[in-house]
């Protein structure tokens, strides 16, 4: 039985869309303990961009990024007709790079007799990519099966048929048992209608069977990560995903997660240590990033004591919740806990706990952000803006607040709604207004512009405290300005700071500024580079 899971998330942003995927690393160890031949292709790799982006389109962005993003000089008119007509270009070469993709899945099913694939799907370019890929190759071998999966499953649900016809079954939650009882479908040992967490279609009807969660993440095998099994693991950096945690008690109303994973559930700190250990044995990896939304407090300061008493030289990453989080960062700190993200949304109580469902104190936020940055760990606060029910006075608090805990980098986003979250459930208890109905189809294949700034993306049908798309986003731009102001950096995350310490460039600017310029021309033999020297500096203890 041969099986193979796809990862297509559209053209890379930022450096973590070269983190192995360790969801579908663990899918893949389920199949192979139940003696499934399987292989992962992620295409989120540097090389991507060879195909996308040609050497007349590298030439005029790497001219322009250094303009705008080093040189800190405004585009003119001519830029911008420019950069209209190489966006046209990018987008003709999306199209030839899709049946590239296919073409070269097409051949690889013929030849290895691969009798299913799954799709992880993501939001965006990679979402149209997955669905046009799936959709010819069923047309090509109707016998194949074709399943989905992933974060957006769970956000979008059945409505994905709306758009993938082709799909034999798509599994929400979590997906460890479900793939290998799709397989064992697959080979006509088992019913769908038997297996939980799935959605299909049986005579033209959605089916939804129940849902059911993993009791104990302990029982987990460790996902894999050879490259027999994972395709070109080595245009990768050696960073891992260690998934310490699933779900969220504190149920906030943006959140999808307490519909995804969950009451909280936790791995043992012993099988914590036993992962961390057979990542360095095995695949001589020393940097990692936490899975959970909120890693749990009392589990990472148990962790870190286990790794300080065992000696090992790691570097990793968390988020947490300001509530949780009242501990010894200094032991953090000591045993290798590079950054930690909070998710702090506002400094106002009253927008907290109306707006987000945050039972939060002012108080309590800057004295864990204080002591966690005084610790010398990097400290990212990550701010909703413009959040629902703010005005001039709660934007100046939020603003007084950063003064004075000048977190190491604030991120600023605007509020985004999903469906199966309280906001979209109820968006008029939130200020937001909205079309239900029409809404979800609307945004599951939406596209960040990524040559242009958020003013000029396709606008998002809803308003937020009565302001348009373009008049929010520009209120998003300007809040982000007045932070840089205060000489606090708004675009670093967690991860990005071990990226940074290993990158080798001097300073976070000279980091941030590169990468910038990199990403922006699609400049794939220095991004190589890069990913080499954090692999080989991360090694080096
Ligand atoms: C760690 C992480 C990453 C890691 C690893 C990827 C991963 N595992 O998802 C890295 C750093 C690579 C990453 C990158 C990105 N991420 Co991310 N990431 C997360 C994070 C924090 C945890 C995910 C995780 O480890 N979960 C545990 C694992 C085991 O679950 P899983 O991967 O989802 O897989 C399970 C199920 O979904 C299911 N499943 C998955 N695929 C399939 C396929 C089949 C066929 C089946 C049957 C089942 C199945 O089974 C798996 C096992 O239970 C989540 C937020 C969160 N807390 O969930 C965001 C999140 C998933 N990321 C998100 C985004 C947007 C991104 C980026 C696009 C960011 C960007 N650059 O803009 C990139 C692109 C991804 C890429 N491949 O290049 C969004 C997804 C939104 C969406 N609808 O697409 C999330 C939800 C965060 C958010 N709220 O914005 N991410």
Redesign the pocket.
């Known amino acids: 039985m041969k099986g193979i899971?796809i990862?297509i998330?559209g053209v890379?942003?930022?450096l973590?869309?070269f983190?192995?995927?360790?969801?579908?690393a663990?899918?893949a160890s389920c199949l192979l303990k139940n003696n499934v031949d399987v292989k992962i292709f992620?295409f989120?790799l540097p090389s991507i961009f060879d195909d996308i982006y040609d050497k007349n389109v590298k030439s005029f962005l790497e001219k322009f990024s250094n303009k705008v993003f080093v040189d800190g000089k405004k585009p003119d008119f001519f830029d911008i007709l420019k950069l209209k007509f190489v966006s046209s270009i990018i987008e003709r070469n999306k199209k030839n790079y899709i049946e590239k993709l296919k073409n070269f899945l097409l051949e690889t099913i013929e030849k290895e007799k691969t009798e299913f694939v799954?799709?992880?799907?993501?939001?965006?370019d990679g979402f149209d990519w997955s669905i046009e890929i799936g959709e010819f190759l069923k047309k090509k071998k109707p016998e194949l099966k074709i399943?989905?999966?992933?974060?957006?499953?769970?956000?979008f649900e059945h409505l994905i048929f709306e758009k993938g016809k082709f799909f034999d079954a798509l599994?929400y939650?979590?997906?460890?048992e479900?793939?290998v009882e799709?397989s064992n479908f697959v080979q006509g040992k088992r019913k769908l209608r038997d297996i939980p967490n799935l959605i299909f279609k049986e005579n033209g009807k959605i089916v939804k069977t129940e849902r059911k969660f993993?009791k104990n993440l302990d029982e987990l095998p460790f996902p894999v990560y050879t490259s027999d099994i994972y395709w070109k693991i080595y245009e990768k950096i050696k960073m891992f995903?260690i998934?310490e945690s699933?779900g969220c008690e504190n149920a906030c109303f943006f959140c999808?997660?307490p519909k995804?994973s969950g009451k909280r559930k936790k791995k043992s700190v012993e099988k914590l240590i036993e992962e961390i250990k057979f990542s360095i044995n095995k695949y001589n990896v020393f940097l990692y990033?936490f899975?959970?939304?909120s890693t749990p407090g009392d589990l990472i300061l148990e962790f870190a004591k286990r790794i300080i008493d065992e000696g090992l030289k790691i570097d990793y990453v968390n988020?947490g919740y300001v509530n949780e989080f009242d501990i010894d960062f200094k032991i953090l700190k000591d045993s290798g806990c590079g950054s930690i993200f909070f998710g702090i949304e506002s400094a106002n109580e009253e927008i907290l706990k109306k707006g987000m469902n945050k039972n939060v104190k002012k108080i309590d936020m800057e004295r864990v952000l204080k002591n966690c940055k005084e610790a010398g760990i990097f400290t990212v606060a990550s701010f909703i803006y413009p959040a629902p029910f703010e005005n001039e006075e709660t934007r100046k608090e939020t603003l007084q607040f950063l003064e004075k805990v000048k977190p190491d980098s604030a991120l600023i986003q605007f509020p985004g709604i999903y469906p199966g979250t309280v906001w979209f459930k109820y968006p008029e208890r939130f200020n937001f207004e909205i079309e239900k109905e029409s809404y979800p189809l609307k945004v599951m294949n939406y596209k960040i512009k990524a040559l242009f700034p958020p003013r000029m993306w396709q606008p998002l049908p809803y308003k937020v405290n009565g302001m348009s798309f373009k008049e929010f986003a520009y209120e998003t731009e300007k809040f982000q300005k007045d932070i840089n102001k205060l000489g606090i950096n708004t675009s670093i995350s967690n991860?990005d700071y071990l990226f940074y310490k290993y990158s080798g460039f001097k300073s976070t600017d000279e980091f941030l500024k590169f990468n910038r310029v990199y990403f922006y021309s699609g400049n794939s033999e220095k991004l190589k580079e890069e990913i080499e020297r954090i692999n080989k500096n991360s090694q080096r203890r």
């Open positions: 899971l990862s998330a890379p942003r930022s973590s869309d983190v192995p995927d360790n969801g579908l663990l899918l992620d989120n799954g799709f992880k799907l993501w939001a965006g399943f989905g999966g992933g974060p957006q499953v769970d956000t599994c939650g979590e997906g460890e479900i793939i799709l993993i995903v998934d699933r999808i997660h995804k990033r899975a959970g939304s988020s991860e």
